[in-house]
C-alpha cells in the first residue's frame, strides 16, 4: 500500500514563503508523476504542479514565477517551494502521485493546510 505524507504547512504572511514535503513509502515517485493539487473552500481541487519521472514540469498560470516543484528520488520525496504567497493561494494542499499506464492511477497524501493572512 503506498503511502504519502505531506509537511510544511502552515499560516504564513502575505509575501512570505513555504516548502511543502511529501515523502512516500516506496519509489513511486521514479515512475510516476508526482503533483501538488489545492482546494479551497467551495472550490474545485486544482492542479498546482507537476513533475514527471523525465522530469518535465508544468505549472497553473496562477503560480508561475513563485511556486517551483522539484523532486529527491533518493528521498522519495516530492518538494513544493512557495515564494511571494498570496491569500489566493490558501488552501488545503494535496501530494499526488500520477500514472497515466497503472492503476490504480492516483495516490493522494492526506493534505496540508496552507493559510496565507497578515
Known amino acids: 500500500q503506498v503511502q504519502l505524507v505531506e509537511s510544511g504547512g502552515g499560516l504564513v504572511q502575505p509575501g512570505g514563503s513555504l516548502r511543502l514535503s511529501c515523502t512516500a513509502s516506496g519509489s513511486i515517485f521514479s515512475t510516476r508523476a508526482g503533483g501538488w493539487y489545492r482546494q479551497a473552500p467551495g472550490k474545485q481541487r486544482e492542479l498546482v504542479a507537476r513533475i514527471r519521472s523525465s522530469g518535465s514540469i508544468n505549472y497553473a498560470d496562477s503560480v508561475k514565477g513563485r511556486f517551483t516543484i522539484s523532486r529527491d528520488n533518493a528521498k522519495k520525496t516530492v518538494y513544493l517551494q512557495m515564494n511571494s504567497l498570496k491569500p489566493e493561494d490558501t488552501a488545503v494542499y494535496y501530494c499526488?502521485?500520477?500514472?497515466?499506464?497503472?492503476?490504480?492511477?492516483?495516490?493522494w497524501g492526506q493534505g496540508t493546510q496552507v493559510t496565507v493572512s497578515s
Open positions: 499526488n502521485a500520477h500514472s497515466w499506464v497503472s492503476t490504480p492511477s492516483d495516490y
